[in-house]
């Protein structure tokens, strides 16, 4: 099955400050990639997505990057708000019975100082 | 839409008591799952199901049973309840498809006395 690394598991910045996160997967027949963010004390909910057929995609203040070769894909927040104070996931997915069941990483806390 | 509900939000259960954590979802997915959230451990599935009467076991499936009875509800039940199973239980629903978004329930913190 698929095994999903996350580092690092917490990480602190500055407000403005920059922030990625990392994870690796081992399946290389993996092809998509999505980032959950979980504020506290509420449920994960995608935040963006990336396939394997394009190496980077951005949303505003975020972006996702994949190496397919390397196997890993990075998140990148750049100007950091303290509203971006939270957990965030990666996941890769691994075929089951027919049907795609994604691997989540450990999950990394990201704490934003004003 | 409703999206994916759980109920209980809160529940505290002595050891040795059984109970069901309830999930629905209204948007005809076929694939539904069982997470717990540990800290530090992150999302860990316990059972998920690709559609109505097939259910199968995650990476942590001891001490919980499932069913699948209807594409809507998939109930995940404590037999005997431990201590260990003290988490935040998310129940998470999708089309199934390679590109799917996992849409997550509200959560239930159980508590095992």
């Known amino acids: 099955g698929e095994n999903v690394e996350q580092h690092p598991s917490t990480l602190s910045v500055q407000e403005g400050d920059s922030a990625v996160i990392k994870c690796t997967y081992s399946?290389?027949?993996?092809?998509?990639f999505p980032w959950y963010k979980q504020e506290l004390g509420k449920r994960p909910q995608l935040i963006i997505d990336?396939?394997?057929?394009?190496g980077e995609k951005k949303d505003q203040r975020i972006a996702v990057t994949l190496n397919k070769t390397a196997k890993h894909f990075s998140l990148h927040i750049t100007e950091t708000q303290p509203e971006d104070s939270a957990v965030y996931f990666c996941?890769?997915?691994?075929?089951?019975?027919?049907?795609?069941?994604?691997?989540f990483g450990r999950g990394t806390s990201l704490i934003v100082h004003p | 839409n409703a999206g994916v509900t759980q109920t209980p939000k809160f529940q505290v259960l002595k050891t040795g008591q059984s109970m069901t954590l309830q999930c629905a979802q209204d948007m005809n997915h076929e694939y539904m799952s069982w997470y717990r959230q540990d800290p530090g451990m992150g999302l860990r599935l316990i059972h998920y199901s690709v559609g109505a009467g097939i259910t199968d076991q995650g990476e942590v499936p001891n001490g919980y049973n499932v069913s699948r009875s209807t594409t809507e509800d998939f109930p995940l039940r404590l037999l005997s309840a431990a201590p260990s199973q003290t988490s935040v239980y998310f129940c998470?629903?999708?089309?199934?498809?390679?590109?799917?978004?996992?849409?997550f329930g509200p959560g239930t913190r159980l508590t095992v006395l």
């Open positions: 990336i396939r394997s057929n394009v």
């Open positions: 998470a629903s999708s089309d199934g498809s390679i590109y799917n978004e996992q849409f």
């Open positions: 996941a890769a997915p691994g075929l089951a019975g027919g049907s795609y069941i994604p691997t």
């Open positions: 399946d290389s027949a993996s092809n998509y």
